[in-house]
């Protein structure tokens, strides 16, 4: 066997050679020339010194690819093939462009961010204006650090398809939620389906700057449900809409077919416990579908419980009575109320009565109405490709009851 080798017998690691000088001044001197204002260099000279300098940065190291990078933020236009280079290279070469560069290309901040990485991304998410089609791909990423990024950018423009798709995102990343509130481009179609997964502070939230009066509608309006009646309410489309305006909550219809005297009476019944048919006759007499009445007595919040109250005119009461037929504590182990019941109470005193019949109907609205055989088969498939499809209160359903379906 030999001996083995004595420490002496290694050559020392050699340290890392200093660029040549020539390789750095020919960097710079080129990266001048790319940066030469357009009355000194034409187009084709810029994209034949651009093209030289590529090739040289290919085999540069991270320091002289930096330089360069940060020497060309400067430009108004930076040449196509050096700004898909340098912006898809490590994070200190990239960052020169990504952060202090102000004129790059959607194209190109596209072709980046499908081919870099989170930390490259986020760094795309925090420019100032990064426009509507650059945060789409962004968001079509899933990267909640880099929707979070997003959403912290007040000068950032969402598409309405982009809020969208945060909302969906929103179901899994719950802290997206509080940054979402406060973006204007949210809106009431989001807001009352975000409710749905929302904690209780984001749901105050949503009440209080979402729950809007219908009073301007209303007056716009008025002379028209005279004439719809007139017409014996054969007009499918008026009608719903109507319905969504009109200031009366309960269905009066329901009531002679129903067995119970009122509304009132239905409730009080199912304080023993409710029952799926209490249920479903306590949402028929509230102008519900029985989709939305589920969602509404499943809902684990119980907020909804104190809408619905306040939006068919149900006294206070009736807020304990159905708290108590779905067996949920009312008092605590101290024998307080228990802070769940008080934070529903609190929602039925605070909100008005035509601001919690925005809020039904709007569920009404976009729970049920749009169920339509495509939209069920969409929700089941999983099919977002076919999001463009659907009318706003379709696309709220399909958010809203995903699960409910299996998806």
């Known amino acids: 066997m030999s001996e083995p080798a004595s420490l002496s017998s290694f050559p020392e690691p050699e340290a890392p050679r200093a660029a040549p000088r020539s390789r750095t001044a020919l960097l710079k001197r080129l990266a001048d020339v790319v940066c030469l204002p357009t009355s000194r260099i034409n187009a084709f000279e810029r994209s034949m010194t651009a093209d030289l300098l590529v090739e040289m940065l290919r085999d540069a190291n991270v320091g002289e690819r930096e330089r360069v990078a940060r020497r060309l933020a400067t430009l108004v236009e930076i040449p196509g093939v050096l700004a898909r280079l340098l912006m898809r290279d490590e994070l200190p070469v990239a960052r020169a462009l990504l952060v202090e560069a102000e004129r790059l290309s959607d194209a190109d901040l596209i072709a980046c961010l499908y081919q870099s990485t989170t930390d490259h991304r986020r760094l795309i998410a925090k420019r100032r204006g990064v426009s509507e089609v650059v945060a789409d791909a962004l968001i079509d990423m899933g990267e909640g650090a880099v929707i979070e990024t997003l959403l912290r950018n007040e000068l950032v423009r969402f598409s309405h398809q982009g809020v969208e798709n945060i909302v969906a995102a929103t179901r899994d990343a719950q802290y997206l939620i509080p940054l979402l509130l406060r973006r204007p481009e949210l809106r009431p179609s989001h807001a009352y389906v975000m409710f749905w997964w ?16 219908r009073e301007i509608l209303q007056e716009a309006v008025g002379d028209v449900f005279a004439l719809a009646s007139a017409e014996g309410w054969q007009d499918p489309l008026s009608r719903k809409a109507l319905q969504f305006i009109e200031r009366r909550q309960r269905n009066r219809a329901a009531i002679a077919k129903s067995p119970y005297g ?58 304990r009575q159905l708290w108590r037929g ?17 934070r529903v109470l609190t929602v039925y005193d605070t909100i008005a009565v035509d601001r919690a019949q925005t809020v039904l109907r709007y569920w009404n609205w976009s729970l049920t109405s749009a169920l339509t055989p495509a939209l069920l088969k969409a929700i ?4 977002e490709a076919a999001v463009d499809e659907y009318s706003a209160p379709q696309r709220a359903a399909m958010l809203a009851l995903s699960r409910d379906f299996g998806r």
């Open 198 to 213: 929302a904690d209780a502070e984001a749901r105050k939230t949503i009440l209080q700057r979402f729950a809007v009066s």
């Open 380 to 383: 089941r498939d999983g099919d």
């Open 262 to 319: 009122s509304l009132d009476e239905a409730v009080a019944a199912g304080e023993a416990g409710i029952t799926r048919e209490i249920a479903e006759e306590i949402s028929y007499l509230s102008g519900l579908k029985p989709m939305t009445g589920a969602k509404i007595f499943t809902d684990p919040g119980g907020e909804p419980l104190a809408i619905l109250c306040k939006a068919t005119g149900l006294p206070r009461a009736c807020v």
């Open 326 to 342: 779905l067996r949920r504590q009312e008092i605590d182990v101290g024998g307080q109320v228990d802070q769940a019941l008080e």
